[in-house]
Every structure is written in structure tokens, then in C-alpha cells.
């Protein structure tokens, strides 16, 4: 008796890197985040390098204070500029 009561085992629903149930990514590439992106989103330049909300994080890309390239309607960062311009900062007047 004791084989036939493993047959009817409760299935729970596999869990993810957060401990929540939710299904597998439908590509191996979803749910892993790429080594070095090339390009990342507005906002997540403003927070990651700067410590700015959205809306300041766009409106800085608007004053040209964040580089940005124009793919379609997408806006993104290129990495490699913005970590270029840290490096290597313009001097700004002071009023």
C-alpha cells in the first residue's frame, strides 16, 4: 500500500528564483539577465547611475546629460557612452 501512495502526490508549481510559484520562462534566455547589456532603458540608467527617478531620469535625456540613441519609439542608454562620459566629465559652468 505504501507504492500506491506515492501515485497520487500533491504537485505543486515549480518554483522561481523568488520562491514564487510562477511557470518556467518560455525561452532560456528569459528570467537570466545578460552579462554586460549594450544598451539599458532610460529609467534604469537614471537609477543605477545616478539615483534618479523616471521622469528626472527622461528629463535629463532631453537636456542631452544622458546619451541616448533612438531605435523606432525605443529610447535606450548605450552603456559603454554614458560610462565613457563618467569617466571622462565635461566641465560645467557654474552660475
Do not use: D, W
Not at 505504501?2 to 510559484?21: E, F, S, T
Not at 545616478?50 to 541616448?68: H, L, S
Request: glycine share 8%; with cysteine.
Amino acid at each position: 500500500m505504501a507504492n500506491g501512495a506515492n501515485q497520487h502526490k500533491l504537485r505543486l508549481p515549480a518554483l522561481n528564483k523568488h520562491g514564487l510559484g510562477l511557470p518556467a520562462p518560455r525561452f532560456p534566455s528569459e528570467g537570466r539577465k545578460m552579462t554586460q547589456a549594450k544598451t539599458i532603458s532610460v529609467p534604469e540608467a537614471g537609477k543605477e547611475y545616478f539615483n534618479m527617478c523616471r521622469n528626472a531620469a527622461y528629463a535629463a535625456a532631453a537636456r542631452g546629460e544622458i546619451p541616448t540613441i533612438r531605435i523606432g519609439k525605443l529610447l535606450r542608454v548605450p552603456v559603454r557612452a554614458l560610462e565613457q562620459m563618467l569617466e571622462n566629465p565635461k566641465k560645467t559652468e557654474v552660475a
